[in-house]
């Protein structure tokens, strides 16, 4: 679709619900997917909350999107960068968020882990390397 | 790469400006607008984090402190005061712009 | 330098549209090209013609309209935010089946593809918020 590739990150810093900021900028994540970039998201401070498993709206009559985060893997988005201190901070460990996997197709279909716990420093990292950061 | 952080917010409302500090690199460059020009003041609770940042150089953007009354000579030492202009000539000269929205 | 820049807020109540104007007007006084403007979320509500202002305010949505009629600017309102929030166009209207269309001058509305299409073709994309 397009001519050059680029490495595009979603910062995702957002608790969901109170606001439509997680629930909107995943909407661009899944148009993003069929664009072929080399796509990663980070889920950084309140972000992390998005992927918290257990999430059931039918007492405030909202949306629930978080079954959407699963769906990411067959969009070829497989690259979650959790936050650790994120996590730590908010009293929360791995074990507290969805399972997300995907299926890679360079290792015969073996299925993956897509959440990639990592430190603030590695994230650090992973944003230096990018080529466009989308804020929401 | 290198990359310029835009912060927005004030430090005394939201943790934008203490998450930024948290990731930006040596050779960075942080410009505060909006409401997070309080964070560029002297004497304040995160202005020893501000100054401790090593190798991240600062920006305020001018209007937005006139706009709110705060003083030039506020603003703590080491901490560059610039228009509309220079955070366009910023946005060029850095790689890339991340905005701690 | 080729831009685009994304407007995540509303006009009035956050300032990020204006930052954002000012920082687009700055860039193309410097000679840089803006290839587009994105409003997304609340954004979105930058691009009605509905609003009216005190006359001793600024007038936000025309000021984009005349930026954007002045340097032929893209001001992209996203379809899927517009719908959610009320900002119609001719096209919207007839397929929703809506009473009136309210796009301000200058303002077009189409998919998010437009963002990612933006991240893609700028060199650098700015984004004002909350």
Same mark, same amino acid.
């Given at each position: ?8 990150? @979603? ?28 796509? %990663? ?11 918290? !498993? &257990?999430?059931?709206?039918? &007492? ?20 979650? @960068? ?53 804020? /929401? | ?26 050779? %960075? ?19 020893? !984090? ?38 366009? $000539? ?12 | 330098? !080729? /831009? ?16 954002? @104007? ?36 600024? $007038?936000?949505? $025309?000021?984009?309209?005349?930026? &954007? !009629? ?42 998010? &593809? ?17």
């Amino acid at each position: 679709m397009s001519e050059t590739i680029k490495k595009f990150m @979603y910062l995702n810093r957002r608790a969901p619900y109170g606001t439509i900021y997680a629930w909107e900028s995943l909407e661009v994540v899944l148009i993003g997917a069929a664009f072929d970039q080399d796509v %990663s998201l980070a889920f950084l401070d309140d972000g992390v909350y998005q992927l918290v !498993k &257990g999430q059931d709206t039918s &007492g405030v009559d909202m949306k629930n999107f978080s079954p959407t985060y699963q769906a990411l893997g067959d969009y070829d988005v497989t690259k979650l @960068y959790v936050e650790k201190e994120s996590l730590e901070e908010r009293g929360l460990t791995l074990e507290d968020l969805m399972p997300l996997t995907y299926e890679d197709e360079d290792d015969d279909w073996a299925e993956k882990d897509s959440i990639r716990l990592v430190s603030r420093a590695e994230i650090a990292d992973i944003m230096d390397e990018q080529d466009v950061l989308f804020s /929401f | 790469m290198s990359t310029l952080h835009t912060v927005n917010k004030s430090p005394f409302e939201k943790s934008s400006l203490e998450s930024c500090l948290g990731y930006a690199k040596a050779g %960075s460059a942080v410009l505060m607008y909006e409401d997070a020009v309080y964070g560029a003041i002297k004497g304040t609770a995160i202005a020893d !984090k501000i100054a401790a940042a090593d190798g991240v150089k600062f920006f305020v953007l001018g209007a937005d402190l006139k706009a709110r009354g705060v003083a030039e000579d506020k603003v703590a030492a080491g901490i560059e005061i610039v228009d509309y202009s220079a955070f366009v $000539n910023m946005a060029v000269e850095n790689d890339k712009v991340q905005a701690w929205v | 330098m !080729k /831009f685009a820049i994304q407007v995540n807020e509303g006009p009035y109540q956050h300032q990020a549209t204006d930052s954002a @104007y000012q920082f687009a007007k700055a860039a193309l006084d410097a000679g840089h090209e803006i290839m587009r403007v994105f409003f997304y979320h609340d954004g979105v509500n930058n691009g009605t013609n509905l609003t009216t202002p005190p006359q001793d305010d600024r $007038n936000i949505v $025309n000021r984009w309209s005349e930026l &954007g !009629k002045e340097h032929n600017l893209d001001l992209v309102v996203c379809v899927a935010a517009a719908q959610r929030r009320g900002i119609v166009d001719e096209g919207e209207m007839q397929r929703n089946g809506k009473s009136a269309q309210n796009i301000a001058d200058g303002f077009r509305i189409s998919g998010l &593809g437009q963002l990612i299409e933006a991240g893609i073709q700028s060199e650098r994309l700015v984004v004002f918020g909350d």
